[in-house]
């Protein structure tokens, strides 16, 4: 099919495109995993059962006996994790994140966590030989997360990605693994593979908290403060002055109060890591009434630039073009797509086969100026493609040639 045939094509599969709306970028969303200190242990308590509307939990597990269902939002009152779940630290690291970042900003979480558990279960593809060590109400709490937490995991951030951005991950886990010297290399295992399934970028901010001090499992902590060694965005959460077990006689889970505390201490860290990019920033709002006339087309292949991957290609402009798209490259297994934008917002970059049919889609939140944005190639094989870019009243369309 010849390139103006294409992007013909594409002119109609772009009123889709602009129709559809954006992620909201002052909604931030957190994924927060590991065994029985993040799916809470504290009793629930009269001042932890109102939150903030602003603070939204996204509903991770086939339960729906505390009425919730999966894959919605709601409140984020405790529990969390699992309708037998009680109070964790990441209640009061979203609650949090609210208190101190502008009203503007909703925070979402995605708790997953299973009591006991090793970082196994967060490994794929999830070993058959682990699960059948495990006694039946481990396994009832794994199937309660459609039987791979992990996947349940990605499946929840992917559609979390739909209303709005990823922008870290807290975890809680170790106890279960404290005699494995290799826990940090498997942990930061489980970080890349999140990322790259979920198409982030390099700059995800991972906390680990420490377990409790002088617990039966306190040897973990070992383990944990290794973590830092393994990327540059990890962190360690210190438990240090948490010293008040509760009392279940199994000496390595917090109290309420101290779940509370800790929760505040991941949130701190999250803000002093994230820095300015916790401010709100207006939405790249587009629809398809905005839709420039055929009179604002250009087949300027010198505004696109030039390059052995690009066959040509059209950009369609408002009265300034809000966009620039450099030449795409290959990354490894990403593809690199070098960005010029006028102010910070949504941009919208999607793929399209020769047949027109959507083969990537990717939102992400991006500042004013230049930057790279990564994108997996996991499911895209070689071919040439249309590939997409919508933002702020700009749209760019160029034909790619992956080999």
């Given amino acids: 099919m010849e390139v103006s045939r294409f992007v013909s094509l594409l002119f109609g599969l772009g009123l889709a495109v602009w129709a ?75 609650r949090t994140m609210v208190e101190k970042t502008d009203p503007q900003i909703k925070v979402g979480i995605i708790a997953i966590a299973v009591g006991g558990c090793s970082i196994q279960l967060f490994e794929t593809p999830l070993s058959q030989s682990y699960m059948n060590q495990q006694a039946g109400w481990f396994k009832k709490k794994v199937e309660a997360y459609g039987g791979t937490p992990y996947e349940r995991l990605i499946e929840m951030a992917k559609k979390a990605q739909e209303d709005g951005f990823i922008k870290g991950i807290i975890f809680h886990q170790g106890e279960t693994d404290a005699g494995d010297g290799q826990w940090p290399t498997k942990v930061k295992g489980v970080y890349d593979k999140i990322i790259k399934d979920l198409g982030l970028g390099n700059d995800i901010p991972f906390l680990a908290g420490e377990v409790l001090r002088g617990g039966s499992s306190q040897g973990a902590n070992n383990n944990i403060a290794k973590l830092p060694q393994q990327s540059k965005n990890f962190y360690v959460i210190s438990s240090e002055g948490l010293t008040q077990p509760l009392g279940d006689g199994l000496n390595v889970h917090f109290t309420s109060q101290e779940y509370r505390d800790f929760g505040k201490r991941y949130a701190e860290k999250m803000i002093d890591v994230l820095g300015d990019k916790l401010k709100p920033v207006a939405s790249a709002k587009s629809s398809s009434s905005e839709t420039p006339s055929s009179s604002s087309v250009s087949s300027s292949s010198q505004e696109l630039g030039s390059s052995s991957s690009t066959l040509g290609g059209i950009v369609i402009t408002n009265a300034m073009r809000a966009v620039n798209v450099g030449k795409v490259s290959l990354d490894g297994e990403f593809l690199q797509v070098p960005l010029s934008v006028v102010r910070a917002g949504v941009v919208d970059i999607r793929l399209y086969s020769v047949l027109g049919s959507e083969v990537l889609k990717v939102l992400r939140l991006v500042n004013a100026g230049s ?14 493609y249309m590939m997409s870019v919508v933002t702020g009243g700009s749209k760019i369309i160029q034909s790619i040639d992956l080999k």
């Fill in 20 to 94: 559809n709306a954006a992620p909201d970028p002052n909604f931030h969303v957190y994924l927060a995993f590991g065994q029985s200190n993040m799916e809470g242990q504290g009793n629930i308590e009269s001042q932890d059962k109102k939150v903030d509307s602003r603070f939204q939990v996204l509903w991770a597990t086939n339960e729906t006996d505390c009425g919730r269902k999966l894959g919605q939002w709601f409140d984020a009152t405790p529990p969390l994790a699992s309708c037998t779940a009680k109070l964790g630290p990441a209640d009061y690291f979203g």
């Fill in 371 to 384: 930057s790279n944005v990564l994108i997996s190639r996991k499911n895209v094989p070689p071919g040439i």
